[in-house]
């Protein structure tokens, strides 16, 4: 049907669409106070950034009272007692002491003698979760490489809880907590996570509560190779220091700023400038280490830690006087220019200098035998006349770390008060010979090697070859 527009078709169109922009004027005049709730009802908000929207939901796995007696114990903080005893309960350390240490009755007690017991394992550099088993281009998730700064993505974002690479980490390892970090691709990787080691349906299950966040920062050869093979800034190691310098500075104006709008990226690194977010910076060469430092200085934020540091033993004095630690491997070097200089002193040298040191994994399979490790670099320093105590190299791998996360008040060391997080060694925990065999985690026997009911299994492995093996 076709329509003809007529002069007074048109006169009472027009009448009626003033008729009705008069009603519906005099409607909103006399509604306003009702449309404007109705509009503040509906605002949308979201969470700020106090408020944590990814928020620990761990909650300890039931325990029972437990003693340890007659075993020989190395407290994580360079103690040793002979014949001691270890009493948890209700998830905590209650008493560590000599063989008089009272123990009530009607408790759970294992025989520890010719054992030992250490404070659980931990690892300060793991992406187990964001490269998880099997290694296949699906599950590589740990580094955003798009732009040489990426403050803005969080480590936990990536986790697969279901990573077998977890379950063999306690029951190989001893692990009880691991930090997993952003890769080093990127100058400002992003936001790392700290994990407490056990089965999670959610990555929040498994979230060390209390725990800060880390910041995963990098220099040298991996930014510059990554970025200046496709023509872009950083290509140099000036230009790493120029892109970070400026990245910090826009940083220190957003957070001086009340009123910015609110930046991802932006919001980590004030959150560093505040000291509420630890830097752990992947750092080979002990120059770059040095001008990261002074940089750290010039925008007022703090090193907690350099990680692989393969030259930290050239500066063993500026990293003590700085107060930062060195997360290293025992003798990983040699696989690029950066760590042509590596030495399998470096722990020892570091240690000599009153210097904090700890032995890290960045590896699916290191992270089964830090115990190893550690005992490999202290061999390495005997054989050079630094005699190191067997109690001190326990430290390596469990208080030192724990410090250097932020969670060394919680966890790290058999002190009365903290986390009940446990390994009962069949042997010696520096021989080679030596593996877990209990493991506790806040007081709950998450492992236990004589009974292979215990034995944890990954959902993901479930009727996999090899399911819920311990090597």
């Not at 700020?48 to 300890?60: I, L, V």
């Not at 103690?79 to 008493?95: D, H, L, R, T, W």
């Not at 009607?106 to 030992?116: C, E, L, N, S, Y």
Request: with cysteine.
């Amino acid at each position: 049907m076709a329509y003809k527009f007529t002069r007074s078709a048109g006169l009472a169109l027009v009448s009626a669409w003033a008729l009705a922009a008069c009603a519906t004027t005099n409607a909103q005049s006399d509604s306003a106070p009702a449309a404007a709730a109705d509009t503040k009802a509906r605002a949308f908000a979201a969470k700020g950034p106090k408020d944590d929207p990814f928020a620990s939901t761990y909650k300890p796995f039931p325990n029972v009272a437990t003693a340890i007696r007659g075993a020989t114990i190395y407290d994580g903080k360079g103690g040793k007692i002979e014949n001691g005893v270890v009493f948890m309960s209700g998830g905590k350390i209650v008493a560590v002491g000599g063989p008089d240490t009272p123990i009530p009755a009607d408790i759970a007690v294992f025989d520890g003698t010719g054992k030992f017991v250490t404070p659980g394992i931990i690892d300060i550099h793991s992406h187990l979760g964001d490269y998880p088993s099997p290694g296949v281009d699906a599950h590589s998730d740990g580094n955003e490489a798009t732009s040489p700064t990426t403050p803005e993505v969080w480590a936990e974002h990536s986790v697969w809880p279901q990573d077998p690479g977890f379950t063999r980490a306690l029951a190989n390892g001893g692990i009880t907590a691991l930090q997993i970090l952003p890769g080093s691709a990127n100058l400002m990787g992003g936001r790392s996570v700290t994990l407490k080691n056990v089965p999670g349906r959610t990555v929040q299950q498994m979230k060390f509560p209390g725990a800060p966040y880390g910041f995963k920062m990098a220099c040298g050869e991996n930014p510059k190779r990554v970025y200046g093979s496709r023509g872009r800034m950083p290509s140099t190691r000036m230009g790493n220091l120029a892109v970070n310098r400026q990245t910090w500075f826009d940083a220190i104006e957003y957070a001086n700023n009340d009123k910015a709008k609110r930046d991802l990226g932006k919001e980590t690194l004030a959150g560093v400038l505040r000291g509420e977010i630890l830097v752990h910076n992947h750092c080979y060469r002990a120059d770059e280490m040095a001008l990261v430092m002074d940089m750290a200085k010039e925008m007022g934020y703090k090193v907690t830690a350099f990680h692989h540091a393969v030259e930290a033993y050239k500066i063993g004095d500026l990293l003590r006087e700085n107060d930062v630690c060195s997360a290293i491997w025992a003798d990983w070097y040699g696989f690029k220019m950066e760590a042509y200089d590596g030495i399998l002193e470096n722990a020892a040298f570091l240690q000599r200098e009153g210097a904090c040191v700890v032995i890290h994994s960045d590896d699916a399979n290191d992270i089964q035998r830090l115990n190893q490790e550690a005992a490999k670099a202290q061999a390495a320093g005997r054989r050079l006349g630094i005699n190191i105590s067997d109690a001190e190299v326990i430290g390596w791998i469990t208080y030192n770390a724990a410090k250097a996360m932020g969670i060394g008040d919680l966890t790290g060391s058999l002190e009365k008060g903290k986390m009940a997080d446990v390994v009962l060694w069949n042997g010696d925990p520096l021989s080679v010979y030596s593996r877990p065999e209990k493991v506790w985690v806040d007081g709950a026997l998450m492992f236990d090697a004589m009974n292979p009911k215990t034995r944890p299994v990954s959902d993901f492995e479930l009727g996999q070859p090899g399911e819920g093996d311990v090597k």
